[in-house]
């Protein structure tokens, strides 16, 4: 019999479950994710007064009431409250969510904010877990994890009208955050942050957080991670002490690399946070975005965790996620926050807006306003472009920095779309005429052949090697009748 502060709760709940994943064929269903349009996690400081400690409140169908295979709408509000309480801690807090969830057995959880993807097993839901049940799991593990919290509430949100509803209100306070987080600069500090949430899943990653470049996930920023440190010191957010600045322009700082170096295990040695070359900062699959190199036209590209689809190199998100994620280092896949999009310091090691050459709709006009006003419009979404030639065609027309790259990006190792066209030019092998005697080599010859009864056969000669001493073309009349 099961003892403790799960007693009741009807399967296992501990760190031993973080990690665990839950394939298709295990699921019973699927809350928020990929093919979900809302979905999100939001935790808010209230007055005391205002919270009912304890109180599990679901809206909308609990998980045996979904049909196997469900994919639902999904929304996470969490409330707390105590003296010592301010908004300005309510990003840390809720980055714990993720944490705590993931403690459950049967029950995932990834990503953040309004990208949230869950999943609950069939066995777990066979065992009797329900929605409050979690709620219980997530309100214990405040309380014992968090001391400054003394009161906490969590409702659930299954009906879709209602996720969709409260949706616009869960970005407005995701915007207010990152509002006002902006504004101070790397050089105005004398220390940085790591986390270490999302080592579950990626052993080896460490987010480095900046006052201009947040955690990968866009769910941390500097101020968040002051304010964890504060709350936790021996917490999976800590401080980093900048020490030495080794590259101010590809942002490489010794205390960074000391930091990386520890809480990698030795894994990861450097890393240089301004760039997606070289030393690029790791990424554990938590990411809003990838950006990625095209190398058809020495640019990079842009896509988000909501993208439906192929991306212009012709790489759905999920499979650019598998060669980003999982804690490592790889030239050209770089996992990004929106927030990181607006930094001034985003990719400036690489060009910065000036190298990017593709990216979509959605994910454009959620940073529009952060783009250089004379390269906006010359950057190119899934509407007007759809393929790589499409894409060289368009850069040529609205004549992108990438065609013809100017002296500063030139300085960066940069040789843009002409650049490589006249390498592969250079490299082309000139046709040659076969010596004499030499066969004629055809990688696809194609012989009509009459048959009896009017049909006509086809013969296809793969690669065929074809010899032949004369070659004697002639017309042949047809036959009346």
């Known amino acids: 019999m099961k003892s403790g502060m799960f007693a009741d709760i009807p399967v296992d709940v501990g760190v031993v479950y973080e990690g665990e994943r839950i394939r298709k064929g295990e699921m019973h269903a699927e809350l928020g994710g990929p093919d979900v349009p809302h979905k999100f996690e939001l935790l808010r400081v209230r007055p005391l007064e205002q919270v009912e400690d304890g109180k599990v409140t679901v809206v909308g169908p609990d998980f045996k009431d979904m049909p196997e295979g469900t994919k639902t709408p999904f929304a996470i509000l969490v409330e707390v409250g105590g003296k010592d309480l301010e908004e300005e801690m309510e990003g840390v807090f809720e980055r714990r969510i993720h944490y705590f969830t993931n403690w459950v057995e049967g029950f995932m959880h990834l990503n953040q904010r309004n990208t949230i993807w869950c999943r609950v097993s069939k066995k777990t839901v066979q065992k009797g877990f329900t929605l409050k049940h979690l709620g219980a799991v997530i309100i214990r593990l405040y309380h014992s994890e968090c001391p400054i919290i003394e009161k906490v509430q969590v409702t659930f949100y299954t009906d879709p009208a209602e996720v969709a509803r409260l949706y616009p209100e869960a970005l407005r306070v995701y ?208 509407e007007e472009v759809k393929n790589i030639e499409e894409l060289k065609a368009f850069l040529k027309a609205h004549n992108h920095p990438i065609v013809e790259p100017s002296e500063e990006l030139k300085k960066l190792g940069v040789k843009g779309l002409k650049g490589v066209e006249a390498e592969e030019a250079a490299a082309a092998p000139a046709p040659e005429a076969p010596a004499e005697g030499e066969p004629i080599l055809a990688p696809t010859l194609t012989v009509g052949v009459p048959g009896a009864g009017g049909m006509e056969f086809e013969i296809v000669l793969k690669n065929a090697k074809i010899f032949a001493e004369k070659m004697i073309i002639r017309r042949v009349e047809k036959k009346k009748g």
């Open 175 to 382: 915007e207010a955050r990152d509002a006002r987080a902006r504004g101070l600069k790397d050089e105005e500090v004398d220390v940085f942050y790591g986390c270490t949430l999302c080592q579950s899943f990626a052993p080896t990653h460490v987010c480095v957080i900046t006052p201009q470049r947040y955690a990968n996930c866009g769910a941390i920023s500097w101020f968040d991670g002051r304010a964890a440190s504060k709350i936790d010191p021996k917490g999976p957010i800590y401080e980093v002490k900048i020490g030495k600045v080794i590259d101010p322009f590809k942002g490489e700082w010794e205390g960074a690399n000391e930091s990386v170096k520890a809480k990698s295990l030795g894994a990861v040695q450097r890393v240089q946070l301004y760039t997606a070359f070289g030393y690029p900062h790791t990424s554990c699959g938590c990411f809003e975005a990838i950006a990625f190199y095209i190398p058809e036209v020495d640019g990079l590209g842009i896509v988000h965790r909501d993208f439906k689809g192929p991306a212009v190199n012709g790489v759905p998100f999920s499979t650019m996620a598998d060669s980003t994620a999982g804690g490592r280092q790889v030239d050209g896949f770089h996992g990004i926050s929106f927030e990181y999009m607006r930094s001034p310091k985003f990719l400036q090691a690489d060009g910065g807006w000036k190298r990017v050459v593709w990216i979509p709709k959605e994910a454009k006009e959620r940073v529009k306003d952060f783009i250089p006003k004379d390269v906006v419009d010359k950057i190119p979404t899934e």
